[in-house]
């Protein structure tokens, strides 16, 4: 049992860059996978990024966040972090981080344990 919590989100204009944090306050954060999903109003949830648990810290994006925004972790602070670059209106969404078992699920069904979800709002 892995229990998540995120924080940074907030509201930005265009252009700006924001980070938002995913802490585990409980359970073995360092075996599992980290992505992050977004759900916008009226929309699917869909994902976002995601990070395995291997030394290689080899990652995986979606193609519309892919060069803006960087997601990483530190297993000695149980957390995760998605920074985002470039924000458009188009990122305007709630925010989850999921724990999983393999990095290239890009399907919510995949990962096992999630966040609460916070809030990013893009917008002029």
């Known amino acids: 049992q892995v229990t998540l919590v995120e924080s940074g989100g907030g509201s930005v204009q265009p252009g700006d860059s924001l980070s938002i944090s995913c802490a585990a306050t409980?359970?073995?954060?360092?075996?599992?996978?980290m992505a992050w999903f977004r759900q916008a109003p009226g929309k699917e949830r869909e994902f976002v990024a995601s990070i395995t648990w291997r030394s290689s810290r080899s990652t995986h994006y979606a193609d519309s966040v892919k060069g803006r925004f960087t997601i990483s972790r530190d297993d000695a602070v149980k957390t995760a972090y998605l920074q985002m670059n470039g924000l458009r209106p188009e990122d305007t969404a709630v925010y989850y981080c999921?724990?999983?078992?393999?990095?290239?699920?890009?399907?919510?069904?995949?990962?096992?344990?999630w966040g609460q979800g916070t809030q990013v709002t893009v917008s002029s």
């Open positions: 409980s359970g073995a954060f360092s075996l599992y996978a």
């Open positions: 999921a724990a999983g078992g393999n990095y290239l699920e890009t399907t919510r069904d995949e990962y096992l344990y």
